[in-house]
């Protein structure tokens, strides 16, 4: 397990680690695994701001949701309070990739049904709403991110249906990702920030993706089954 | 005989190689473990293992040399298409210039990428086409024999290649669903693409993602292109049709957002049929 100065707490023994897996840990189980555990001696401490993303398929669509719930929660937030200069072209632009978000978080929320983690509680204090360039650098970081982390967890789905829908949204939040590199510096829509020498474009674990986002989250997102605690 | 020296020549060679996913940069740093306990003799062999572990495993899946070469064709297209266009000195406007000056030179990474990808795979890459940009099929008298003298024309046409290039992507990725190391990499190009695609959007004034309608995949208003947008119009994802989820106020969607947030894939032959007009025999 990698070390997380910032967000996460020490990693926890690798036996139990071994065990959650063994067990076949998912969101919806951490509850029971956690009484399972405790008759082992083991404390695993499930806080009620704290959700695993659990393993296979279901937990990579979690992913995925606590992802989309993230980039919508912004950019509602972006729309109810925007910032003073802001043109009508932005505006429009902002809340139709709301619009995206909101309903790529739907879908998500849909195709789960009863295995989808709850809503998170957001975190946005780090975000200057009222500042124009506080909140494009914002608003690329999250499109950049989402396009990192679904590159970088395609490889993790076993159904092809999920891995194809994951890949259509995937590109829609590089088109996302285009725009705003492009509102901040033109013609950067396909920088060395995020497209390699290669002109691949450059991918993250679920782990280092969650180490990036949990700052913007209340409820801290996990995914032991990748080898990742908050 | 030193084994970091052996990984280093590996890496000029395939910089990817320690950069593999996980499991196999795990494998490579094991190798200071694994090192002491294996006598010298058994060396070579003991490489040889981790280096069919790190490659050969993705060898065997059928098709996949198949869906390399076909997007190896797509990418063929492209470079081909902005190394013309901007060899051309008059026909790009300064201001976009260094937009397809990046796209030209994405397209050539990637042709060099699945090449690569290609040969170290045990497979063939494919010889470069002919390419016909009047999409004459090679007669040169097509209907856009303009394409590099008529800067509209030409936007056009990179615009209908960069969101077909996206759907063909997206067409493949299940086809390499057993093949861990080349799904990412493709679906690493893929995201390219829709990059591509939308600041050329942007250029061409239209929103960066296909907000379609609910009879007409195409939002371009190119005519020509109704058969590249055809099925973006689709608004069910996995059974769910994603116009009756809630939006932020209401309880639908609209078919423009329902559109608009997934882009959806092509079949390799729904791409090879669209592109044929472009390749001379």
Redesign the interface.
């Known amino acids: 397990m990698k070390t997380y100065p910032k967000e996460s707490t020490p990693p926890i023994n690798t036996s139990r680690r071994r065990f959650l897996r063994r067990a076949g840990v998912s969101a919806a189980s951490v509850g029971l695994l956690a009484t399972a555990a405790c008759h082992k001696g083991e404390q695993i401490r499930v806080k009620p701001n704290k959700i695993d993303i659990g393993k296979g398929d279901m937990s990579v669509l979690n992913y995925a949701y606590a992802l989309e719930q993230l980039e919508a929660g912004f950019y509602?937030q972006l729309i109810q309070t925007p910032y003073s200069d802001i043109t009508a072209d932005e505006l429009a632009?902002f809340t139709?990739i709301?619009?995206?978000e909101?309903?790529?978080r739907?879908?998500f929320k849909?195709?789960l049904g009863a295995n989808a983690i709850p809503t998170l509680v957001t975190d946005f204090t780090t975000i200057n709403f009222s500042d124009k360039i506080s909140v494009l650098n914002a608003a690329k970081n999250f499109e950049d991110i989402g396009?990192l982390a679904?590159?970088?967890v395609?490889?993790q789905?076993?159904n092809?249906?999920?891995?194809?829908?994951t890949?259509?949204?995937?590109?829609?939040e590089?088109?996302?990702?285009?725009?705003l590199?492009?509102m901040i510096t033109p013609?950067s829509?396909?920088g060395t920030d995020?497209?390699d020498?290669?002109?691949?474009?450059?991918?993250l674990?679920i782990s280092d993706v969650l180490y990036r986002t949990n700052g913007f989250l209340k409820t801290k997102v996990s995914a032991i089954y990748y080898d990742y605690q908050v | 005989m030193n084994l970091f020296n052996i990984i280093n020549e590996i890496e000029k060679i395939d910089?990817e190689f320690n950069d593999r996913?996980?499991p196999r940069r795990a494998a490579i740093k094991n190798i200071t473990r694994f090192g002491s306990k294996v006598t010298l003799a058994a060396m070579p062999f003991a490489l040889g293992t981790m280096l069919k572990r790190a490659y050969a495993a993705d060898t065997a899946a059928p098709g996949v040399i198949d869906v390399l070469n076909f997007a190896l064709t797509l990418e063929y297209l492209e470079s081909s298409f902005y190394n013309l266009a901007t060899g051309n000195t008059t026909i790009i406007p300064a201001d976009t210039l260094?937009?397809f000056i990046?796209?030209r030179?994405?397209?050539?990474?990637?042709v060099?990428?699945l090449q690569s990808a290609i040969s170290t795979l045990g497979g063939t890459p494919i010889t470069s086409p002919n390419f016909d940009f009047s999409g004459g099929s090679g007669s040169m008298t097509g209907p856009f024999t303009d394409v590099f003298t008529n800067y509209d024309t030409f936007l056009k046409l990179a615009l209908t290649f960069e969101d077909t290039g996206?759907r063909a992507?997206?067409?493949q990725?299940?086809n390499l669903?057993n093949n861990?190391?080349i799904?990412?990499?493709v679906?690493?190009?893929?995201?390219?693409?829709?990059?591509?695609?939308?600041?050329i959007?942007?250029i061409f004034k239209i929103?960066?993602?296909i907000?379609s309608t609910a009879t007409l995949g195409n939002d371009t208003g190119i005519s020509f292109a109704d058969a590249n947008y055809q099925g973006e119009e689709n608004v069910l994802?996995?059974g769910?049709d994603?116009t009756k989820?809630?939006?932020?106020s209401g309880s639908t969607?609209?078919i423009g957002?329902?559109t608009?947030?997934?882009?959806?894939?092509l079949t390799m032959n729904q791409v090879q049929n669209l592109i044929k007009i472009f390749i001379a025999p």
């Open positions: 509602t632009l139709s709301r619009d995206h909101i309903l790529h739907e879908f849909a195709a396009v679904y590159v970088g395609s490889n789905i076993q092809k249906d999920y891995l194809t829908i890949g259509k949204i995937a590109s829609v590089a088109r996302h990702a285009a725009l590199s492009n013609g829509f396909s995020q497209v020498d290669i002109g691949l474009n450059k991918f674990s | 910089p996913l996980n260094p937009y990046t796209i030179d994405d397209e050539n990474r990637h060099s990428f996206v992507y997206n067409g990725a299940s669903i861990k190391d799904l990412t990499y679906l690493a190009i893929h995201a390219v693409e829709a990059r591509h695609a939308s600041a959007r942007q929103s960066p993602w907000t994802q996995k769910i994603v989820l809630p939006a932020l969607t609209s957002t329902a608009a947030a997934f882009d959806e894939p």
